[in-house]
C-alpha cells in the first residue's frame, strides 16, 4: 500500500471515527436511560397487577435507582482513567442487563429494590455519565451538536421502545418481556463498547474532531497527560463548582415531576389517555432542544444556551400553572422537557467550559451526586404541595423561583471563573499524580482556557 493511500485512509478514519463514538453513544442511551428509565414503565401496571400490589408499590424501585448513582458518581470519575473503558462499560453493561433480566422472577419486592441499586450504580457507568465524557474526549469543534445528539437519543429510543414493549408484553407477558428488553440492552450496547470505544482518540493513533496543533495543545501533549485546565482537588472547593452543583441539583428535582403529568391532566379534567400525551410532547421538546441548542453551541456559547433554556423552561412552568387548553398545555409540555436537556447536555458541556479538560471526567461525574440526591426530592415537593394546595399550580408556580435560582448560580460560577483561574495559571500546582510525570514541569504553572 503506498504512503498516499494510507494517509487518504488515515485521513477518512479521522473525519469518521468521531462520529462513530457518537452513533456508539447514540445506542448506548437508548439501551441505558432509554430503557431502563423512561421505557421500563410501561411494565409498571401489568407487573403490579401480576403480583397483587399497587403501581407505587411496585415502581419503588426507582427510588433506589436515583440512590445508586450518587456512589457511581463519585466511582466513576476516578476509575474511568485507570481502566480500560470497554471492560468497565461492557461489564456494568451485563450486570444491569441480568439484573433486569429477572425482575419478573423475583420471589420478595426487595429484591427489585436492590435490583434498581444495580440500575443506577451500574448504570453510572454507561448510560448515566459515559457518553459526556467519551464525546468530551472526542470532540473539539461541534462538541454541543455532537452532545445533543447522543442525548436526544434516549428520548426517541423510549418513544419507539415503549409501543414495542407494550406489545410485546401483550403477547408473552411482562415476565419474559423483561428478558426480552434484558437480550436488547446487551445487544444495543456491547458491540459498541467492545469492539468501538476508546476513551481518548490518541488510545487509536487519532485526534479529536476539530483538532489544531496550536503551541498551547502542543505544549501540553509534549508534557504527557497534562491538559488545560484546574485539578480535581482545587475545582471542587471553588465557589463555581459548588454553583455548577448548585444548578444541576436545581435542575434534576424537576425529573421527579414527570410522572404527575398524568394526573395534572385529569385534575383538569381530560382523560388519562390525553392526559398521557403531556409526557410525549416533553419527550418531543427535550429532543428538539437538544438538537437545536446543540447547533447553537459553536457559535452563542453555552452561558446564553443556559440561560435562554432557563428562562424557555419558566415559561413552561408558567404556561402549566396558568393555562387549561390542550394545545397550550402541550406547549408548556414541551418547554418544561428542556429541563432534561439542562442536566444531560448543557451540564457536561457547563463543567469544561468552567474548568478544563484535565479533571473533566472526575469534575462531571462528581455532579451527579446533586443529581441523584436532589432528584430524589422532586416528587416529595410537588406531591407535598399538591397534597397541601389540591391543586398542581403553586408547585408549577414555586417551580419558576427554583429556576430562576439555578440560573443565578450559572451567572455567579461565571463570575467567580476569572479568580480562580487567574490564580492557579500562576501558581505552584503539583497533581495528585505527579510522581509519574516528566520532572521539567514541576513548577511550571497551569495555562489559562
Not at 435490583?115 to 450504580?121: D, I, N, V, W
Not at 391543586?391 to 467567580?416: D, K
Request: aromatic share 12%.
Amino acid at each position: 500500500m503506498s504512503l498516499t493511500t494510507r494517509t487518504s485512509d488515515s485521513s477518512r478514519k479521522q473525519k469518521a471515527y468521531p462520529w462513530l463514538i457518537v452513533l456508539g453513544c447514540c445506542f448506548m442511551q437508548i439501551g441505558g436511560i432509554g430503557t431502563f428509565v423512561d421505557a421500563c414503565g410501561v411494565f409498571y401496571r401489568p407487573a403490579a397487577e401480576g403480583l397483587g400490589i399497587t403501581v407505587g408499590d411496585y415502581s419503588a424501585y426507582l427510588t433506589f435507582l436515583f440512590v445508586g448513582t450518587i456512589p457511581s458518581a463519585l466511582c466513576v470519575g476516578r476509575l474511568v482513567n485507570r481502566y480500560d473503558i470497554r471492560a468497565l462499560v461492557s461489564v456494568n453493561v451485563v450486570i444491569c442487563a441480568l439484573a433486569l433480566a429477572f425482575m419478573g422472577f423475583y420471589p420478595f419486592m426487595w429484591m427489585r429494590s436492590v435490583a434498581g441499586f444495580l440500575f443506577g450504580f451500574c448504570g453510572g457507568f454507561f448510560f448515566m455519565i459515559m457518553s459526556p465524557i467519551l464525546i468530551n474526549n472526542w470532540f473539539i469543534r461541534r462538541k454541543g451538536l455532537a452532545m445533543g445528539i447522543a442525548m436526544a437519543s434516549s428520548g426517541v429510543g423510549a418513544a419507539i421502545l415503549s409501543p414495542l414493549i407494550t406489545i410485546l408484553i401483550a403477547h408473552i407477558g411482562w415476565r419474559y418481556a423483561y428478558v426480552c428488553v434484558a437480550a436488547f440492552v446487551m445487544a444495543a450496547i456491547l458491540p459498541w463498547s467492545l469492539l468501538v470505544f476508546r476513551l481518548k482518540p490518541e488510545d487509536k493513533g487519532l485526534k479529536p474532531f476539530g483538532y489544531q496543533a496550536d503551541e498551547e495543545t502542543a505544549l501540553s501533549r509534549e508534557q504527557g497527560r497534562l491538559k488545560p485546565g484546574i485539578p480535581s482537588r482545587f475545582a471542587i472547593k471553588t465557589v463555581s463548582y459548588v454553583c455548577a452543583c448548585g444548578f444541576v441539583g436545581c435542575i434534576a428535582i424537576f425529573a421527579g415531576y414527570n410522572s404527575h403529568l398524568n394526573a395534572f391532566g385529569q385534575t383538569l379534567g381530560y382523560s388519562a389517555l390525553v392526559s398521557s400525551t403531556l409526557l410525549t410532547a416533553v419527550s418531543l421538546g427535550s429532543i428538539a432542544e437538544k438538537l437545536i441548542m446543540g447547533l447553537l453551541y459553536d457559535y452563542i456559547g453555552i452561558y446564553k444556551i443556559i440561560w435562554i433554556n432557563c428562562i424557555l423552561l419558566a415559561c413552561g412552568l408558567l404556561i402549566l400553572a396558568t393555562q387549561t387548553e390542550l394545545w397550550l398545555l402541550y406547549i408548556g409540555a414541551g418547554l418544561f422537557g428542556i429541563q432534561n436537556s439542562l442536566v444531560a447536555v448543557q451540564t457536561p458541556l457547563l463543567i469544561r467550559e468552567l474548568f478544563g479538560d484535565r479533571d473533566y471526567s472526575r469534575l462531571y461525574a462528581y455532579t451527579r451526586v446533586g443529581v441523584g440526591a436532589l432528584g430524589l426530592l422532586g416528587p416529595i415537593l410537588i406531591t407535598t404541595i399538591f397534597n397541601s394546595a389540591g391543586s398542581y399550580t403553586p408547585a408549577w408556580l414555586a417551580s419558576i423561583l427554583i429556576v430562576a435560582l439555578a440560573g443565578a448560580l450559572v451567572l455567579v460560577a461565571r463570575l467567580n471563573k476569572k479568580r480562580y483561574q487567574t490564580h492557579w495559571r500562576d501558581a505552584d500546582v503539583r497533581l495528585p499524580d505527579e510522581a509519574d510525570r516528566p520532572s521539567d514541569i514541576k513548577g511550571k504553572g497551569l495555562p489559562a482556557r
